[in-house]
């Protein structure tokens, strides 16, 4: 049976045949409203006490199972005994929510709001979208702390989907159509300055000059009077060409009208702000969870394309520019995209204007993240001149963003964690003092790497820590992925039995599922499982594993443990130097492994020089995810081994 949950007003949900499915009383109906706010992750079963009691009960957790059974029964009513539950499922700690891409109102809206298509289509998946909504988002939770992010981040969509459908009636001609409701919208929220821009010209078109101008001058008087700040740039250039009648206020319509379904230069000022409102809600969508993150990057890349087919190299650098996620991982998710928004990124840096300063910054900063782990001598160029000009320019965002492209390209040589430590700790005290919270969760988990490697777990505990308050305090659940790994590898790190550290790596595993991070997840669990051998002095596993891009490296030790050792001494000779990311140690390590057992003189050699900067360090606790101790005691082996 397909389930609809709705959202976007008290939280419901309906069968296939669009039916009301009974969901009992508040409490209930918290269960799923929490686990769709989660996105398909696990919500462990203590959390959501916390979140459904402020005073908790002493049965607190019998309690959520009891309701989880009772909403298991009406979801999926027909699901035959002993068979494990497909909506509502149980993983590791606590449950999870999957239904279907359209399984969620909230979800549809979504997409509809940030998707790219011609002006009429544009229209009328947006009165769609908006016809959805029966009241505030999670109506009944409004008081909630777990809500909170939630329920304005759904309202915020819901303003930007009145304004791009005003924008398509004014594409379309309709200019008339949209003075109402964009009267509306600016009553109910007067500091939205983009509902005043499209009310005057929506107002102009019609042929009210008069009107429109005293829109402008009443938005100017509430900004000025009770907000203390000066319009912005977009409606005082709209109030000039209002009074002097410009010829684009007018062209842009009649050419939408004739050709919604291009784009062309007279477009450019009415798509200017859609596309770069795209991109911002895109960039909230990338940090909400594995689907959020997914959606976003499927979308980037035709923003981009849109905004390069306009000719606006100043458009074009701000909507690549505007998408400053923090990353914390080496190896991108999607390598080809990466690739495309990098190229995109040189072009518009080249055909920049003079001048413009910080859109260089973000394009030079874009270039060094989307170019991590290719170890070019350009990506550690352009993460250079990013923070250059960051610093000059006082801008604590784009500082942030620039120190994000030099964390990423201070992978040149081995044992470099204190360098990266020092940016980690430059991130959190900026971040603090600027709000920035998702570069400060970046700089915590940033120093919670390097602090490992150097073999500082307090240090690293308290980064962890600090992560995870500020990821469940404004809802960022990917945060958790990479401290539940950290806390496994310090398992293996504090040299605990291999029994419990496998089974600390298959709960952290789990949180891999359906994350939305391919390069992180692809052949993880297998290498974290061999490098525990390895640390243990056991053969590698021999049995089936996707080793994903870590196969090289991993290939000779698993042929010595199935007693295959001239198909392990060629498998050594074919593996190329590992890449220079979080894993650069560890992979060098399972090749001096390899070397050792082998008596492969060129291999040990090669892995000496590699490894001896990072003497002192752990061997793969830069990474947070995995380790096989001291990079000393392979230095000793080989040193031995070779006779140095």
């Known amino acids: 049976m397909d389930v609809l949950f709705g959202v976007l007003g008290p939280v419901t949900a309906w069968d296939g045949s669009g039916n009301v499915i009974p969901l009992k009383g508040p409490r209930h109906r918290a269960v799923p409203a929490r686990l769709i706010i989660a996105r398909g992750r696990v919500v462990p079963v203590s959390l959501l006490v916390d979140d459904l009691w402020m005073d908790p009960p002493s049965d607190g957790v019998g309690a959520v199972r009891t309701f989880v059974a009772a909403l298991r029964r009406v979801l999926e009513p027909d699901r035959p005994p002993r068979t ?25 809206f979504e997409r509809a709001v940030t998707a790219t298509r011609p002006a009429a289509e544009l229209l009328t998946a947006l009165d769609e979208a908006l016809g959805r909504w029966r009241g505030p988002a999670y109506a009944e939770f409004a008081g909630e702390p777990w809500a909170r992010a939630e329920r304005a981040r759904l309202a915020e969509l819901r303003l930007r989907a009145v304004e791009r459908r005003a924008e398509a009636r004014l594409a379309l001609g309709l200019a008339a159509d949209a003075v109402p409701d964009l009267d509306a919208h600016v009553a109910e929220h007067p500091w939205r300055e983009e509902g005043w821009r499209l009310l005057a010209l929506a107002l102009y078109r019609t042929g009210r000059q008069g009107d429109a101008l005293a829109v402008l001058r009443r938005a100017r008087t509430l900004l000025v009077e009770q907000l203390g700040v000066d319009p912005g740039p977009e409606l005082r250039r709209l109030e000039e060409d209002i009074l002097r009648q410009a010829d684009h206020l007018d062209a842009a319509s009649r050419v939408w009208a004739q050709a919604a379904e291009t784009y062309d230069r007279t477009v450019a000022a009415e798509a200017r702000s859609r596309l770069e409102s795209t991109v911002g809600i895109l960039r909230n969508l990338a940090v909400t969870g594995g689907g959020g993150l997914e959606a976003a990057r499927g979308q980037r890349m035709a923003a981009i394309a849109a905004a390069e087919e306009l000719g606006d190299a100043e458009l074009t650098a701000r909507v690549i520019g505007a998408y400053d996620v923090p990353a914390i991982w080496t190896r991108s998710d999607d390598p080809h995209q990466a690739a495309q928004v990098a190229a995109a990124a040189e072009r518009a840096l080249a055909a920049l204007p003079p001048g413009r300063e910080t859109a260089r910054a973000r394009l030079l900063a874009t270039i060094a993240l989307e170019s991590r782990g290719t170890g070019t001598k350009r990506a550690r160029q352009a993460a250079r ?10 801008d604590p965002r784009l500082l942030a963003f620039a120190l994000n492209g030099v964390f990423m390209q201070s992978f040149d040589r081995a044992g470099l964690a204190a360098r990266r430590d020092e940016v980690g700790a430059e991130l959190v005290g900026l971040s603090a003092r600027h ?11 940033i120093r919670l790497q390097a602090r490992g490697a150097l073999a500082d777990f307090g240090a690293a505990d308290g980064h962890a820590r600090a992560a995870d308050r500020l990821a469940e305090r404004h809802e960022r659940p990917l945060v958790g992925v990479f401290t539940a790994w950290y806390r496994a590898m310090r398992l293996a790190a504090s040299g605990r039995a291999a029994a419990e550290v496998e089974a600390a790596y298959r709960d952290a595993a789990a949180r891999l599922d359906g994350c939305g991070m391919p390069g992180l997840e692809a052949g993880l669990v297998p290498l974290a499982s061999l ?11 021999t049995g089936p594993a996707d080793w994903g891009p870590y196969e090289p490296w991993a290939r000779p030790l698993v042929s010595l443990a199935r007693g295959r050792r001239a198909e392990a001494a060629k498998a050594l000779r074919d593996a190329p130097d590992p890449p220079r990311d979080l894993l650069f140690e560890a992979l060098w390590c399972l090749t001096a492994h390899a070397a050792v057992a082998l008596d492969d003189r060129e291999a040990m050699r090669r892995a000496h020089d590699a490894l001896a900067p990072a003497a002192g360090e752990l061997a793969g606790a830069g990474s947070g995810l995995l380790t096989l101790g001291p990079v000393s005691r392979y230095l000793r082996a080989l040193a031995e081994r070779s006779g140095r």
């Open 84 to 108: 494990p539950p497909r909506l509502l499922v149980t993983e590791g700690p606590g449950y999870a929510l999957r239904p279907g891409p359209d399984g969620v109102d909230a979800w549809w």
């Open 385 to 394: 001149e990013a923070e250059r000009i960051a610093r000059e320019l006082d």
């Open 435 to 445: 709000d920035l919270v998702n570069y400060e969760v970046l700089g915590h988990l």
């Open 531 to 541: 490098c525990l051998r390895v640390r243990d002095g056991r053969p590698a596993q």
